[in-house]
């Protein structure tokens, strides 16, 4: 038995040695290819942002430019101006960011650890905004900002004939993310919700011992406690103002972000460009210079903060 068990592992050992390196194959060509499809894009937009007009009339010039040049850059965000709408979509993104960090934060706390009526109620109504897409509600909200008033109680105090408008100004974005109706708010309160509710009572129950009132707990121990969820949370709150065109869209006029300056950048092309230059030819490499240009914040962001992100599936996992 042992020698016809050799004489089978003799024969079959090729066989499996064969097949392990078609499985090593076929694994390697589909990492390759799915690294391929994710970076075809970015390896276009920086080979067309270096470029020179001259390189798209060469047809021998396919991924490497003969005339590398960085002055696409350069005409975008100095001629063009694009560090205007870049500077006011920072400005809108961060301080969005920190107030929606604060109240989810608190939101979440409150679900995981205190119990009131309606508790349950109300969280499925945050599960609710989750699954709506936030053009189902830019309507009302297009109404509300520009005749904000809590049932006439502002023109009672302000002696104003006429609510307040809102339209075109931060505030229209600043008030929502510091009331709980920000960009992706519901998912955000689950994720510190989750996150609380897998923290131990017993930090809570001995800062009560040490005299901790409940804001003391909170802000001393638990929102401590909560830095890898503030800091993944807070990442993608950013990206999502950063990259939101649809709502500055209904809500601004004259203020422009940056993701509705590059979806007119065509248009907005020209009027800088001479007429002589309103082909393809010579808008493509200023176009791709404002991608590139608008997507470096991001990929620092994301740099900086990418080792939270396994640090925090494991921490703000679905529990109980």
């Known amino acids: 038995m042992n020698?016809?068990?050799?004489?089978?592992?003799?024969?079959?050992?090729?066989?499996?040695?064969?097949?392990?390196?078609?499985?090593?194959?076929?694994?390697?060509?589909i990492l390759i290819s799915i690294s391929f499809i994710i970076l075809?894009?970015?390896?276009?937009?920086?080979?067309?942002?270096?470029?020179?007009?001259?390189?798209?009339?060469?047809?021998?010039?396919?991924?490497?430019?003969?005339?590398?040049?960085?002055?696409?850059?350069?005409?975008v965000l100095f001629e063009i101006e694009l560090y205007i709408p870049?500077?006011?979509?920072?400005?809108?993104?961060?301080?969005?960011?920190?107030?929606?960090?604060?109240v989810t934060s608190l939101a979440g706390y409150s679900f995981a650890r205190y119990k009131f009526k309606g508790r349950n109620f109300l969280f499925a109504l945050v599960l609710v905004t989750i699954m709506m897409p936030s053009q189902m509600v830019s309507i009302p909200?297009?109404?509300?900002?520009?005749?904000?008033?809590?049932f006439g109680i502002i023109r009672l105090i302000t002696g104003s004939p006429s609510p307040i408008n809102l339209l075109?100004?931060?505030?229209?974005?600043?008030?929502?993310?510091?009331?709980?109706?920000?960009?992706?708010?519901?998912l955000f309160i689950l994720i510190?919700?989750?996150?609380?509710?897998?923290?131990?009572?017993?930090?809570?129950?001995?800062?009560?011992?040490?005299?901790?009132?409940?804001?003391?707990?909170?802000?001393s121990i638990m929102l401590p406690n909560a830095r890898t969820p503030l800091i993944i949370c807070g990442t993608f709150s950013?990206?999502?103002?950063?990259?939101?065109?649809?709502?500055p869209y209904v809500f601004f006029v004259t203020i422009r972000t940056l993701a509705v300056q590059l979806m007119d950048f065509h248009f907005?092309?020209?009027?800088?460009?001479?007429?002589?230059?309103?082909?393809?030819?010579?808008?493509?490499?200023?176009?791709?210079?404002?991608?590139?240009?608008?997507?470096?914040?991001?990929?620092?962001?994301?740099?900086l903060t990418q080792r939270f992100f396994v640090k925090g599936i494991d921490k703000t996992g679905i529990v109980g």
């Open 86 to 102: 870049m500077l006011h979509t920072f400005l809108l993104s961060t301080f969005c960011t920190f107030l929606q960090l604060f």
């Open 192 to 219: 510190f919700r989750q996150f609380y509710r897998g923290l131990p009572v017993e930090l809570e129950e001995a800062a009560m011992i040490d005299g901790c009132g409940h804001t003391k707990t909170y802000f």
């Open 238 to 247: 950013f990206v999502w103002y950063w990259g939101d065109y649809f709502t």
């Open 268 to 303: 907005i092309l020209d009027k800088y460009l001479p007429l002589s230059q309103h082909n393809f030819y010579y808008k493509i490499p200023l176009k791709q210079a404002a991608c590139i240009i608008s997507i470096i914040p991001l990929i620092l962001l994301f740099v």
């Open 141 to 150: 909200n297009y109404i509300m900002m520009k005749n904000l008033d809590f």
């Open 40 to 75: 075809y894009p970015l390896i276009y937009m920086l080979s067309m942002s270096v470029r020179s007009s001259s390189d798209f009339f060469d047809v021998t010039v396919v991924w490497i430019p003969n005339n590398f040049t960085l002055d696409n850059f350069r005409r």
């Open 3 to 29: 020698k016809s068990a050799e004489n089978y592992e003799i024969l079959i050992s090729p066989m499996y040695y064969i097949g392990k390196l078609i499985w090593n194959v076929l694994r390697w060509f």
């Open 168 to 186: 075109n100004s931060y505030l229209s974005f600043l008030l929502p993310a510091a009331l709980g109706q920000g960009l992706r708010a519901g």
